[in-house]
């Protein structure tokens, strides 16, 4: 089973504010990735990692960014909140290769 | 470039039903495929996956076949019950990363 965990499952929350977007895995993958998903259930890739220190944009433009300090963790930021990021936010994780990726199960965050 | 293709939603569907859910895809190499879902509030959990041609991911009485040949993995289910009404996302890999179709919303009606 999976262990890949995001926090918080929701966020309500003001214009302007700073929001961080929290994902950990304990499986110790060295790839992980973000995905925006939007109402219409399409994913769209914003961020991903292939290990410590690397951190690469996704085929989505996003005003996000992300930080990899330690294998287990890949936090998503938003310096300033606008209503145009409320979406659903889900984390995942792999082994890589022709390895399945592990989802965590998502943020739903709502900007005001 | 590479891609997945699969049929619109919603299904409708009535419990016993027999399910298929079409999936193409096209690729420069070999993929692995694979199906996963998603029910509501959650994230996507892996449902099967086939790694190479004539490979049958099978999983909760889902079944799926790697179709070189018609570049297709199609899933089907011979009796859907009311739990399996979700969104269905069909995939293949590619260096390194996971190329998603846009989903297809089941409901299956008791």
């Known amino acids: 089973e999976a262990d890949i965990y995001q926090t918080p499952r929701y966020l309500v929350i003001g214009t302007g504010k700073k929001i961080t977007l929290e994902c950990s895995q304990t499986?110790?993958?060295?790839?992980m990735y973000w995905y925006q998903q939007d109402p219409g259930m399409e994913l769209h890739l914003i961020h991903y990692?292939?290990?410590?220190?690397?951190?690469e944009k996704g085929d989505l433009s996003s005003e996000s960014t992300v930080s990899r300090i330690r294998t287990e963790h890949f936090p998503l930021t938003l310096e300033s909140a606008r209503p145009s990021h409320t979406s659903q936010y889900l984390c995942?994780?792999?082994?890589?290769?022709?390895?399945?990726?592990?989802f965590g199960d998502g943020t739903r965050l709502s900007i005001l | 470039g590479d891609s997945v293709t699969q049929m619109e939603g919603p299904v409708t569907l009535s419990e016993e039903a027999f399910l298929t859910i079409n999936c193409t895809y096209t690729?420069?190499?070999?993929?692995?495929l694979f199906w996963y879902v998603q029910y509501p509030g959650e994230g996507l959990q892996l449902l099967l996956k086939?790694?190479?041609?004539?490979d049958k991911g099978s999983n909760k009485g889902f079944e799926a076949t790697y179709r070189k040949e018609t570049t297709s993995f199609h899933l089907e289910k011979g009796s859907v019950q009311v739990s399996d009404s979700a969104v269905y996302f069909c995939?293949?890999?590619?260096?390194?990363?996971?190329?998603f179709g846009k989903g297809t919303r089941l409901h299956i009606l008791p």
């Open positions: 995942a994780s792999s082994e890589g290769g022709h390895q399945p990726q592990h």
């Open positions: 499986m110790g993958h060295d790839k």
């Open positions: 990692s292939y290990g410590v220190n690397s951190t």
């Open positions: 690729a420069t190499g070999y993929p692995s």
């Open positions: 086939a790694t190479k041609a004539d």
């Open positions: 995939a293949q890999n590619r260096d390194d990363k996971i190329i």
